[in-house]
T-cell receptor, first 111, second 117 residues
Framework: RKEVEQDPGPFNVPEGATVAFNCTYSNSASQSFFWYRQDCRKEPKLLMSVYSSGNEDGRFTAQLNRASQYISLLIRDSKLSDSATYLCVVRGGTGFQKLVFGTGTRLLVSP | DAGVIQSPRHEVTEMGQEVTLRCKPISGHDYLFWYRQTMMRGLELLIYFNNNVPIDDSGMPEDRFSAKMPNASFSTLKIQPSEPRDSAVYFC???????????????FGPGTRLTVT
């Protein structure tokens, strides 16, 4: 079983739609959680950290359920520019210095 | 700040040749990571350094791969001999070890796209 699992998609949605991505992780001792965004042929970039209480950044809302070992990302009012791959990331490894990446969920927003 | 710098951006080589990828981390960052990304396996951590010392190389696929960090501003990832299955995008990333864990963002370089024929 992979340490971080995501639905690869793609998710095809029209502009203005709300879309949600889910992710599960296997290491219950994981400490920190993130969503990264990766555009085609570019490097991954941090989108937002995920806090236990849930957090929001504009149109983006991230939530964490430690009991179910489940992370989610909600995007409201999708824009064309949101088209990208969204990577679920968990801090793990010995000493929790390593980031473990999911394989990503691809989002395509169409006009 | 220039960000993480990697070179070359693209490398095409023949099977059996030696390949050296280079990385300059962000100044002041004390952690440096090397990743490999393929369609099949996604983004995999190969090795990481703290204060120029290799800490965890458990992701290095085999002895053909080696990495060094001779000083705080430079690291190399070498593949010798290269094989077609090494074709991938190799990313270098760096971050600080200070501050709260959730705030220690990793900054990625633009990557080196390696093709081994």
């Amino acid at each position: 079983r992979k340490e971080v699992e995501q639905d690869p998609g793609p998710f095809n949605v029209p502009e203005g739609a709300t879309v949600a991505f889910n992710c599960t992780y296997s290491n219950s001792a994981s400490q920190s959680f993130f969503w990264y965004r990766q555009d085609c042929r570019k490097e991954p970039k941090l989108l937002m950290s995920v806090y236990s209480s849930g957090n929001e950044d504009g149109r983006f809302t991230a939530q964490l359920n430690r009991a179910s070992q489940y992370i989610s990302l909600l995007i409201r009012d999708s824009k064309l520019s949101d088209s990208a791959t969204y990577l679920c990331v968990v801090r793990g490894g010995t000493g929790f210095q390593k980031l473990v990446f999911g394989t990503g969920t691809r989002l395509l927003v169409s006009p | 700040d220039a960000g993480v710098i990697q070179s070359p951006r693209h490398e095409v080589t023949e099977m059996g040749q030696e390949v050296t990828l280079r990385c300059k981390p962000i100044s002041g960052h004390d952690y440096l990571f090397w990743y490999r990304q393929t369609m099949m396996r996604g983004l995999e951590l190969l090795i990481y350094f703290n204060n120029n010392v290799p800490i965890d190389d458990s992701g290095m696929p085999e002895d053909r791969f080696s990495a060094k960090m001779p000083n705080a501003s430079f690291s190399t990832l070498k593949i010798q001999p290269s094989e077609p299955r090494d074709s991938a995008v190799y990313f270098c990333a760096s971050r600080t070890g200070r501050g709260r864990p959730e705030g220690r963002e990793q900054y990625f370089g633009p990557g080196t796209r390696l093709t081994v024929t």
